[in-house]
């Protein structure tokens, strides 16, 4: 075989290698004196023209109607390549370059429709590659099966290529699902994310619950995107320390923690109430069904005194642990097993909140105790509120104690810093539109979290409820409170004749009521 001679023609201007090409090499051939010149390549940005010259083997070998193969120039730099694939297109009308291997010198030139062309130049930009590391394929239907480069990394990428999905390739409905192991993936038509209005609380368990049933708490509904169906979503509490549920005014917070009660009562848990005493109304409708003394939604003392008398459990269920040779509450025989307690806290920035003590007043005043002077003073009691929350979070999970947190903001200016944020896997923001702040707040990983979509969050009566759940067991989703008002959980649970206490408030906040 004859060894391969380049020759480069510059500054050709208005050249159509479609029109051109045949006189260009005629020309060559007649100045070179010999036959077996090919034109190899055009590049329209600079004019330059690429011919080789292989008496033997032509420069493309055909291996059928939709796909060539294009050697390159042996002398092709990686920063000269976009512009020999637009001169290989150039002159294969209708081909575009799908492949190319710089170690072996071999372009891939595809025909591929203009709308295909169009979905892979959409996801090239999405993912900042070249075109032709994308691999597209349209499908009966609608849509494609896609091939992504190894650089695809779903908490950089997912969104930007769902954008590009439903903007540029499709339309609002459409969706994109990518196996990150194989970096396979498909591209369907679908129906525009949606939730109904109102999902209705489910029907009480039926029967007996084993122990990971009981764990399993009602949250609401996932929402229905792509190729996954929406379905209930439960809170798994088998093996936290609790959840921590954020949310603004008006954003389902108290519908989203009356859920979660009235799924605690129902499946045996013991259950306490904190708050702040202008939002005690909130909660009323449970109050009969509590564990006996342990309502302190009146005042901050009194859910102090809850927090405290559910940390005093530890010693007495490490106790039962011991006698028994286990480890933790799970593992307990059922007819040695306590109930599980869920201790709820709302609105927690407002009972962590420090009062200010005013410059003028000395140390000794009975103002300046009544604030920080001693072991009743208010910001005293705020902190030991803090310190017990914090205890109970990380110390009483092995004998079946969880929490339920609940606040408009949990950041550190509010007293929920980032060491009380890890101790909680279980995360939710309520909210359909939430800023960045939050997100970052919320969740332990926000760039990976999803977000509600916008089909959703512009429609008021749909988003009502509405939220993410980064939660053990089912990562991060879009999900829709259960609903039902606080009236309907009352007679719900009268209606089932569960147990009621004589003596909801702590002996602590009765004291200091008289």
């Given at each position: 075989?004859?060894?391969?001679?380049?020759?480069?023609?510059?500054?050709?201007t208005?050249f159509?290698?479609?029109?051109?090409?045949?006189?260009?090499?005629?020309?060559?051939?007649?100045?070179?004196?010999?036959?077996?010149?090919?034109?190899?390549s055009?590049e329209?940005?600079?004019?330059?023209?690429?011919?080789?010259?292989?008496?033997?083997?032509d420069?493309?070998?055909?291996?059928?109607?939709?796909?060539?193969?294009?050697?390159?120039?042996?002398?092709?730099?990686?920063?000269?390549?976009?512009?020999?694939?637009?001169?290989?297109?150039s002159?294969?009308?209708?081909?575009?370059?799908?492949?190319?291997?710089?170690?072996?010198?071999?372009?891939?030139?595809?025909r591929?429709?203009?709308?295909?062309?169009?979905?892979?130049?959409?996801?090239?930009?999405?993912?900042?590659?070249?075109?032709?590391?994308?691999?597209?394929?349209?499908?009966?239907?609608?849509?494609?099966?896609?091939?992504?480069?190894?650089?695809?990394?779903?908490?950089?990428?997912?969104?930007?290529?769902?954008?590009?999905?439903?903007?540029?390739?499709?339309?609002?409905?459409?969706?994109?699902?990518?196996?990150?192991?194989?970096?396979?993936?498909?591209?369907?038509?679908?129906?525009?994310?949606?939730f109904?209005?109102?999902?209705?609380?489910?029907?009480?368990?039926?029967?007996?619950?084993?122990?990971?049933?009981?764990?399993?708490l009602p949250?609401?509904?996932?929402?229905?995107?792509?190729?996954?169906?929406?379905?209930?979503?439960?809170?798994?509490l088998?093996?936290?320390?609790g959840?921590?549920i954020?949310?603004?005014?008006?954003?389902?917070k108290?519908?989203?923690?009356?859920a979660?009660?009235?799924?605690?009562?129902?499946?045996?848990?013991?259950?306490?109430?904190?708050?702040?005493?202008?939002?005690e109304?909130?909660?009323?409708?449970?109050?009969?069904?509590?564990?006996?003394?342990?309502?302190?939604?009146?005042?901050?003392?009194?859910t102090?005194?809850?927090?405290?008398?559910?940390?005093?459990?530890?010693?007495?269920?490490k106790?039962?642990?011991?006698r028994?040779?286990?480890?933790?509450?799970?593992?307990?025989?059922?007819?040695?097993?306590?109930?599980?307690?869920?201790?709820?806290?709302?609105?927690?920035q407002?009972l962590?909140?420090?009062?200010p003590?005013?410059?003028?007043?000395?140390?000794?005043?009975?103002?300046?105790?009544e604030?920080?002077?001693g072991?009743?003073?208010?910001?005293?009691?705020t902190?030991?509120?803090?310190?017990?929350?914090r205890?109970?979070?990380?110390?009483?999970?092995?004998?079946?104690?969880?929490?339920?947190?609940?606040?408009?903001?949990?950041?550190?200016?509010?007293?929920?810093?980032?060491?009380?944020?890890?101790?909680f896997?279980?995360?939710?923001?309520?909210?359909?539109?939430?800023?960045?702040?939050?997100?970052?707040?919320?969740?332990?990983?926000?760039?990976?979290?999803?977000t509600?979509?916008?089909?959703?969050?512009?429609?008021?009566?749909?988003?009502?409820?509405?939220?993410?759940?980064?939660?053990?067991?089912?990562?991060?989703?879009?999900?829709?409170?259960?609903?039902?008002?606080?009236?309907?959980?009352?007679?719900?649970?009268?209606?089932?004749?569960?147990?009621?206490?004589s003596?909801?408030?702590p002996?602590?906040?009765?004291?200091?009521?008289?």
């Amino acid at each position: 075989m004859s060894e391969q001679r380049i020759l480069h023609i510059d500054g050709l201007t208005g050249f159509d290698p479609a029109r051109h090409a045949r006189a260009l090499v005629a020309r060559v051939e007649r100045d070179k004196g010999e036959r077996g010149w090919r034109l190899h390549s055009y590049e329209p940005e600079t004019g330059r023209a690429t011919l080789v010259h292989r008496p033997h083997v032509d420069t493309v070998e055909h291996t059928g109607a939709d796909r060539k193969l294009v050697r390159l120039d042996p002398s092709t730099r990686s920063s000269e390549i976009p512009r020999k694939a637009a001169g290989f297109e150039s002159i294969y009308p209708g081909y575009h370059v799908t492949g190319i291997d710089v170690d072996t010198g071999v372009a891939t030139l595809s025909r591929l429709d203009e709308t295909t062309v169009r979905a892979r130049d959409a996801l090239a930009v999405a993912l900042s590659v070249r075109p032709w590391d994308i691999g597209i394929c349209p499908v009966d239907g609608g849509g494609y099966d896609i091939a992504v480069p190894v650089s695809y990394v779903p908490s950089k990428h997912d969104a930007r290529l769902a954008e590009a999905v439903e903007t540029a390739i499709g339309e609002p409905g459409w969706w994109i699902s990518i196996d990150s192991k194989t970096n396979r993936g498909r591209i369907r038509p679908g129906e525009i994310p949606s939730f109904p209005k109102v999902v209705p609380y489910p029907a009480p368990p039926g029967r007996a619950l084993t122990v990971a049933e009981q764990m399993r708490l009602p949250l609401g509904v996932t929402l229905a995107c792509g190729p996954s169906a929406s379905r209930p979503l439960s809170l798994d509490l088998t093996d936290s320390a609790g959840v921590l549920i954020q949310g603004t005014a008006g954003s389902g917070k108290s519908v989203t923690v009356n859920a979660l009660i009235v799924g605690a009562i129902e499946r045996g848990w013991h259950i306490g109430i904190g708050d702040v005493p202008h939002k005690e109304v909130d909660f009323t409708w449970c109050k009969p069904y509590v564990r006996d003394g342990w309502y302190g939604a009146a005042s901050k003392e009194a859910t102090l005194a809850v927090a405290e008398d559910v940390y005093n459990l530890r010693d007495e269920r490490k106790r039962l642990l011991e006698r028994h040779r286990v480890t933790k509450w799970n593992d307990l025989p059922d007819q040695a097993r306590p109930a599980p307690v869920l201790l709820v806290i709302d609105e927690l920035q407002g009972l962590y909140l420090l009062e200010p003590v005013p410059k003028k007043i000395p140390e000794g005043h009975p103002d300046y105790d009544e604030l920080v002077g001693g072991p009743t003073a208010r910001n005293i009691r705020t902190e030991k509120l803090k310190l017990t929350v914090r205890k109970i979070a990380a110390e009483l999970r092995f004998v079946g104690v969880r929490l339920l947190l609940a606040t408009q903001q949990a950041q550190g200016n509010t007293g929920i810093d980032q060491s009380v944020r890890m101790l909680f896997p279980n995360r939710i923001l309520l909210g359909a539109r939430t800023n960045e702040a939050a997100r970052r707040h919320a969740f332990s990983d926000p760039k990976s979290a999803v977000t509600v979509p916008e089909s959703v969050a512009s429609d008021s009566s749909m988003a009502k409820g509405v939220g993410v759940a980064e939660v053990e067991g089912e990562g991060s989703t879009v999900f829709k409170s259960y609903f039902a008002t606080p009236g309907d959980y009352a007679r719900r649970l009268a209606e089932q004749g569960r147990p009621m206490t004589s003596r909801p408030e702590p002996e602590l906040a009765a004291e200091a009521g008289r």
